[in-house]
């Protein structure tokens, strides 16, 4: 969670990026805007943190490793160096931007880099620089009141809840490319994946949050990816596993990688072998860290459970909601065609 009560905001600067496919080029501001009205800085925290509910850290990296040259660790590590060069390496950041926004499906916006003081996330107070891309603009009724007449007009702008693309940078773990969240709402679809990749190179944290998302995605991905067409597994057998696994990380405290293959798959030795050829290969593909041993986390928990969810959808007519014992349940058929008996003890 982020806690704002302390947090300063010590200047702004905008800039405007163009389309780079159509060379609309940037405008650059000539100046950052120090915010001195207290509404107008309540409203920017809005717009800045609304959506970081619950921070996901990256850190910066680079094609070899070499965090140094990634371009976004230099300008952040500049400015933490010296809060002063806060718009004079704003302007390489947003020239950085739009060099790497050649997607055809990226739109123009407007930048803003900020620098805010002692911000507390996950029980650290640090300080911190936000990039924010702004690429859509809302509608807003404008009314206007004259000594005889009420005047009815529209703007438009950018809405403070409506964060398309964020990211804050932690002045914390800066040997390790600092502590990086991000927000990216335009590319859910994984349509380009340029701000996280191409602008920031972020690399996910190999911490117990990103191990236990992992193993819940790795879960997830096994079950369609190879349990299905190779074991040929009934639907309320997948809502076995998945709730065998939801159980797990939602009762021990520390994650153990036999342990937890031999629960969830009740010892199979066949489907473990496989599980485990399964996360080597998961793991080459993704570059997604992975220990076999690591400290639950609740959030990461909280936040991914319904991946784990178990819906068997009969036709349109019926969903079972499978929680506990899949052995309670019994798939057959008849001459009135297919059919599940559920056993129960009691009705409420």
Known sequence: MINLAMAQLHGVSIHEIGVKNENEGIKISDNGID????????????????????????????????????????????????????HNQSVFIAKHLYEQSSHPNIKAGDLMVAYISDLVIEDQTVDAIGIFKSESKDAFLKIQHDAKQIHLDYEKGVNVDKLDKGCLILNAEESDGYQVCIIDKG??????????????????KNDDYHNTKNVIDLTKAFIKDRLIPEFELEKFEQAGILNRSKEYFKRVERFEDEDYEERIFFSNKEIIDDFKEYKQEYIENTQKPLDNTFFVSPEAYKKNARYLRSVIKLDKNFHIYVH?????????????????????????
């Open 35 to 86: 915010i001195t009205d207290e509404t107008l800085k309540d409203l920017l925290f809005t717009y800045f943190f609304k959506s970081f509910k619950e921070p996901e850290f990256y850190g910066f990296t680079f094609s070899n490793d070499d965090v140094t040259l990634n371009p976004m660790f230099n300008f952040a590590k500049a400015i933490f160096r010296d809060p002063g060069l806060l």
């Open 187 to 204: 590319n859910k679809n994984n349509e380009a994946q340029f701000w996280k990749d191409d602008f920031l190179n972020l690399k996910p």
């Open 324 to 348: 506990g014992n899949h052995d309670l349940i019994e798939k057959n058929s008849d001459e009135k065609g297919k059919f599940y008996k559920i056993y129960y003890e009691e009705e409420s």
